[in-house]
């Protein structure tokens, strides 16, 4: 029974290993993180919402400008056409004064998914939050 558990524990690596970004991916996304979190995490901070622009919210979901995630775009541009109602998602989101269970719930906007709000919420406050998207999501059910 041990001998199926480690067996399946290295396929779960391996398959891990055959995802992860080369060496020198690994080390741009490093390198690029104190940027990525000053020019992002000044751009979402609560008080900065009210002038979020469209243009600056499409910047962050491709992987040229956040340096770590490529397929924000697909669904989050669509976030955009209606920013009254992004920002209004947003300030939900941020406001650390309520529970994350309120603000995940509360903060439903079309195309904000759980891979952008999670990723807002790690450059707002990188100390207290994580990624959640389906590659985690499927790493940490494994």
């Given amino acids: 029974m041990e001998?199926?558990?480690i067996e399946r524990a290295v396929t779960i690596l391996r398959e891990a290993l055959e995802h992860a970004p080369s060496r020198a991916a690994l080390s741009r996304m490093i390198g690029?993180?104190?940027r990525v979190l000053a020019r992002f995490g000044a751009l979402f901070r609560p008080s900065a919402l009210p002038h979020l622009e469209a243009e600056d919210f499409r910047s962050f979901l491709?992987?040229?400008n956040n340096s770590h995630w490529s397929q924000l775009y697909r669904r989050g541009v669509g976030a955009a056409e209606d920013m009254d109602a992004l920002r209004a998602g947003l300030a939900i989101l941020l406001d650390e004064s309520r529970g994350i269970s309120e603000r995940w719930n509360g903060s439903q906007?079309?195309?904000l998914g759980k891979a952008i709000k999670s990723a807002i919420l790690l450059v707002v406050y990188p100390e207290r939050y994580g990624v959640w998207n389906n590659v985690s999501e499927?790493?940490?059910r494994q």
């Fill in 138 to 140: 499927k790493m940490l």
């Fill in 62 to 64: 491709y992987l040229e």
């Fill in 109 to 111: 906007v079309r195309g």
């Fill in 3 to 5: 001998e199926r558990r």
């Fill in 32 to 34: 690029a993180k104190e």
